[in-house]
């Protein structure tokens, strides 16, 4: 049985392949044990193929794509040309990170069996600390930019199409000054509570918390 793995990064698609040789059981327990070690790892694994986003634009309509489950045609342009996909079913598996993009991948194409299981989790952690190694034609240190640029165009993506964004930060302000009051008074209630067995007539005298917390302060212990 082949075993690919398909890893989404900020600079584009790479599916990765098993190294024939091994039986799977074997070969999981090599990977938990080589994952640190890109020497080790790579001889497990190999690229098979990788496919680069054509533009920032192109990267934020993957990514949207992912988080909902869904299929980008660039992705499935990339599977069509790089999966053994009309061999028979159960023959080639494909291991993902996301159970979602898993099923709506199978839906495409019901002979490809599909992986999401902490083996394959395994895999991908691999994959993601030695990424820049395999796939040469990314530069050392240009991913972190890549992966920055795409987190903030996918946060600014998600708050413009907001339904509630003008009221967003009101809603927010509103919470956080209950909570405050709330705090406030929980506060206030200790500090007259356990100042009482010190001063007990002083909690009958004074009946402002505010005034109550600055004669303790100016009285003392």
């Not at 199978?106 to 190694?133: A, C, P, T, V, Y």
């Amino acid at each position: 049985m082949a075993l690919y793995v398909l890893f989404e990064s900020a600079a584009g698609y790479a599916l990765f392949q098993r190294t024939e040789g091994e039986d799977i059981a074997a070969f999981h327990e090599a990977i938990q044990k080589s994952v640190l070690d890109y020497g080790r790892f790579s001889r497990l694994v190999h690229l098979k193929a990788f496919v680069p986003f054509t533009s920032a634009e192109n990267a934020l309509e993957n990514i949207n794509c992912i988080s909902e489950g869904a299929v980008h045609d660039t992705l499935k342009h990339f599977l069509e040309m790089n999966l053994p996909l009309k061999s028979g079913k159960g023959k080639t598996t494909l291991g993902v990170g996301d159970q979602k993009l898993g099923v709506a991948i199978h839906d495409l194409w019901s002979n490809l069996s599909i992986m999401h299981d902490e083996k394959i989790q395994e895999i991908i952690r691999g994959l993601r600390l030695h990424f820049e190694s395999f796939v040469k034609d990314i530069k050392e240190g240009t991913l972190k930019p890549y992966q920055l640029g795409l987190a903030h165009s996918y946060s600014r993506a998600k708050v413009k199409f907001n339904v509630n964004r003008a009221d967003h930060m009101i809603i927010q302000s509103i919470s956080l000054l209950d909570k405050l009051d709330k705090d406030i008074n929980t506060f206030a209630m200790r500090v007259r509570e356990w100042y009482s067995w010190h001063f007990p007539e002083l909690v009958k005298i004074v009946n402002d918390n505010q005034l109550f917390a600055r004669l303790v302060r100016f009285i003392g212990p």
